[in-house]
């Protein structure tokens, strides 16, 4: 370390590396030698990480203006800053005085000791990253992990966040994501849906089945193929209820909507319930004496 120099070499700490070797104390050449490879490295880090930075502004801005692909976005930003940092890192150590055998040896070593320390992190932001990749979720779809269901808000690089069908937030860590089954309700265009009629006593069933498919087919919204099918099912109290499954562009037709219209149609196509004729009570004019009253649950008098 006394053998120490000042890198003169177009560093533009140079001067500063010589004004404190010069001067009149203890240890002089090894700290100018410090602080001008300390500054160097500074300065080198904080100008890899601004170009990092503005690299990644200038390519999301041009994402922006040709994909409205927000996964793809955050996938980027991702990658971008995982560079930045080490790519700023590296050539700080290597504008400090580090010789690229050194470096490799460290990374070799901080490598082995941050995966023994963090590697459910690791493996979090590596699932992270092959989710944005992969994309078996958007963000924006509804899907359900284990025993969280709600619609994608971001894929961070180590979470996930879901918003719930009450409106909460649930933080997942995105290896349970990764390695678990997952099921996304927005991943096909047409989805099942269905609507349930309650079948009139003394209604004949296969009439009313013919029916309501004809109805649930003769709307322009529900998909031809797969065609919808109607089932009847036997409830407790012996009575009969159909119930029709159709398929439904979802993104194309507001399936509440389409279910009211249908419920309606199948209402009107299968005809109004019997109604059975009802007694209702017949009450005395008022001051009418107590004794002339008719007892409870007696019909009343005639007159």
């Given at each position: 370390m006394a053998a120490a120099t000042c890198d003169t070499n177009g560093s533009p700490f140079a001067r500063l590396c010589t004004f404190i070797q010069e001067r009149p104390f203890g240890g002089s050449d090894v700290i100018g030698v410090v602080v001008q490879n300390l500054l160097q490295a500074i300065v080198v880090f904080i100008l890899v990480f601004v170009v990092g930075r503005f690299l990644r502004r200038?390519?999301?801005?041009?994402?922006?203006?040709?994909?409205?692909?927000?996964?793809?976005?955050?996938l980027v930003n991702n990658v971008f800053t995982i560079a930045t940092l080490v790519v700023?890192?590296?050539?700080?150590?290597?504008?400090?005085?580090l010789s690229i055998s050194v470096l490799l040896t460290i990374g070799g070593l901080s490598s082995?000791?941050?995966?023994?320390?963090?590697?459910?992190?690791?493996?979090?932001?590596?699932?992270?990253?092959?989710?944005?990749?992969?994309?078996?979720?958007r963000i924006g779809d509804w899907i359900t992990v284990?025993?969280?269901?709600?619609?994608?808000?971001?894929?961070?690089?180590?979470?996930?966040?879901?918003?719930?069908?009450?409106?909460?937030?649930?933080?997942?860590?995105?290896?349970?994501?990764?390695?678990?089954?997952v099921v996304n309700a927005n991943a096909y265009d047409v989805r099942q849906f269905s609507v349930a009629a309650r079948l009139a006593p003394g209604r004949e069933l296969?009439?009313?089945?013919?029916?309501?498919?004809?109805i649930v087919e003769a709307n322009e919204a529900v998909s031809k193929q797969p065609p919808p099918f109607?089932?009847?099912?036997?409830?407790?109290?012996?009575?009969?209820?159909l119930t029709a499954r159709y398929w439904v562009e979802y993104r194309r037709h507001d399936p509440d909507a389409l279910a009211a219209a249908l419920v309606e149609a199948i209402h009107e196509g299968l005809g109004p319930w019997p109604t059975a004729a009802v007694p209702t009570a017949a009450f005395p004019p008022p001051g009418t004496p107590a004794e002339d009253m008719p007892p409870a649950g007696a019909a009343p008098?005639?007159?």
């Open positions: 200038v390519t999301l801005r041009a994402l922006g203006r040709t994909t409205p692909n927000a996964q793809l976005k955050t700023a890192i590296l050539a700080a150590m290597t504008a400090g005085g082995l000791a941050i995966g023994l320390a963090f590697q459910d992190l690791l493996r979090n932001v590596l699932a992270g990253i092959f989710l944005l990749i992969e994309r078996p979720f284990g025993d969280q269901s709600g619609s994608v808000q971001t894929i961070q690089l180590r979470t996930t966040a879901l918003r719930t069908g009450d409106g909460q937030l649930a933080i997942l860590p995105n290896l349970a994501a990764f390695s678990g089954v296969e009439p009313a089945l013919r029916a309501v498919r004809r109607v089932q009847p099912r036997l409830d407790a109290d012996g009575g009969v209820t008098k005639s007159k």
